[in-house]
């Protein structure tokens, strides 16, 4: 995944900028960065926080950059913003994203006359670079950026920084959102709507899907305008999203209690308390109790001091022990307790499974897994949720196909095990519960989830539970 923050300013920006952009580091872990455009030019800073939070980088360069235009960055993989010479003149440009055909794209630009694109470790091409070369195979930025929403299969919101200002362009279905604050000496786009708050910024209005604005110090002008349909990612509400930001006028925090209550009138487990995995567990857990009268307790902490984001680093050994690491057991809340847990989803599998053992090892006599949202059946395709490289990694597609057996046409039957009311479905929720042996599982339905929400599914991006784009 990955987050941003621009800001076009009457008066320096790189304090909004500086902030604005930190609040987004719940949403990436290796990059980051920021571009600014004042009377001395361009200026931009890019470092590597795999190890080190984002403020603690930027420190030296929030007290030397200057400009009244600036644009930041939090990346899961690519380094960004990047600065980029055209024939449009001079620009930054920081996106998010997933680019499904890179490839064709790549080759019709060479044949087009451009002679390379630098390869990052592991051969990638930096898809913010890629989306800048697309840009410039058009006469002007707007169509240029215009044509990327046409020709990308995945998605792409960007932020292109100028010496005039500052166009920022949400993808063409709207499957990650751009928000605009304002207050009085100038404007500000994010990813989150939290950002601005404390920053002196009021909420101004979301753009549409696809929608095209040029944002200055004075103005913010449409030049591009909002497609009718919109797919926005719904797993924004479930895990991506930080709990006081708010989609679509949807409260992500409130979503996620009203998550958690409709697990609960589906339920009939009887346990003692309920818990949520730290931190995006919580919220789901905390309806869930408020809905069925079951205490909700805390049976662990997560230690944030110096574990503050909930997903680092990539290799996934390493996650896997520093998500044992970094929670600590409050063993009176566990010892002969029956406990009812909810996270947000299980993917993999495996953090759940060590965290189950871990809470028996800690005396727990029963474990209940509750998962905020139905089983994950395919892989994401638009916004990068998870940069596995096969859907195989997921445990439910495990599971399918040992219970299809290994040649089996599986694609044909998925929607059954996507279903429910099937007897497939049921067998594939004992398997993943007896493999990571849970006391109980029962997944979330997609249809309460829905409710949840309070759009219409139509508007809502579902397919990594029902493959449906």
């Not at 549409?208 to 103005?219: A, F, H, K, R």
């Not at 992500?252 to 009138?265: D, F, I, P, S, T």
């Not at 871990?358 to 395919?378: Q, T």
Request: net charge negative; aromatic share 10%.
């Amino acid at each position: 995944m990955g987050g941003f923050f621009g800001v076009a300013s009457k008066n320096d920006c790189v304090f909004d900028l500086f902030f604005g952009t930190d609040y987004h580091s719940h949403l990436g872990t290796r990059r980051a960065g920021m571009a600014v455009y004042g009377k001395e030019g361009f200026d931009r800073a890019i470092h590597n926080i795999e190890n080190a939070p984002f403020r603690t980088k930027f420190e030296k360069d929030v007290n030397t950059m200057k400009g009244n235009l600036g644009i930041g960055c939090i990346s899961d993989y690519e380094p960004q913003p990047l600065i980029v010479r055209s024939h449009h003149g001079t620009f930054a440009i920081t996106t998010v994203g997933k680019i499904n055909n890179v490839d064709e794209i790549v080759g019709d630009i060479f044949a087009n006359g451009n002679t390379h694109f630098l390869e990052m470790s592991g051969g990638d091409i930096n898809a913010t670079e890629l989306v800048a070369a697309i840009i410039n195979q058009k006469d002007n930025i707007i169509d240029g950026i215009k044509y990327a929403q046409e020709i990308i299969d995945g998605s792409m919101t960007m932020l292109v920084l100028t010496q005039k200002g500052i166009f920022a362009a949400r993808d063409r279905l709207g499957r990650t959102p751009v928000i605009l604050g304002k207050k009085d000496d100038g404007y500000c786009a994010t990813f989150e709507s939290f950002a601005y708050l404390n920053l002196g910024y009021e909420d101004y209005r979301e753009l549409g899907p696809g929608e095209i604005v040029v944002m200055t110090p004075e103005e913010v002008r449409t030049v591009g305008v909002a497609g009718k349909d919109m797919k926005i990612c719904t797993f924004l509400w479930i895990y991506y999203g930080y709990p006081s930001s708010s989609y679509e006028g949807v409260s992500v925090e409130q979503m996620r209690y009203n998550c958690g209550a409709m697990l609960a009138k589906r339920d009939n487990v009887e346990v003692d308390t309920v818990a949520g995995v730290p931190d995006s567990g919580t919220a789901h857990a905390v309806g869930y109790a408020n809905e069925s009268g079951i205490p909700f307790t805390r049976p662990f902490i997560k230690y944030t001091p110096t574990w503050p984001r909930s997903f680092m680093p990539t290799i996934q050994s390493k996650r896997n022990l520093i998500a044992k690491m970094k929670l600590i057991p409050v063993h009176d809340l566990i010892k002969d307790k029956k406990l009812l847990l909810i996270d947000d989803s299980i993917v993999r599998g495996t953090q759940l499974r060590e965290t189950t053992e871990f809470l028996y090892n800690s005396g727990a006599k029963e474990v209940h897994i509750r998962p905020a949202c139905p089983p994950l059946v395919y892989g994401c395709k638009f916004v990068n949720f998870s940069r596995s490289s096969s859907e195989m990694d997921l445990i439910t597609r495990r599971v399918i196909k040992d219970l299809e057996g290994e040649d089996a046409n599986v694609e044909s039957v998925l929607n059954e095990y996507t279903n429910p009311e099937s007897d497939r479905y049921e067998k594939m929720i004992e398997e993943i519960r007896k493999q990571l042996n849970f006391t109980s599982l029962r997944y979330h339905r997609l249809d309460d989830m829905i409710e949840s929400v309070g759009i219409d599914k139509c508007k809502l991006c579902t397919y990594c539970w029902d493959g449906r784009e």
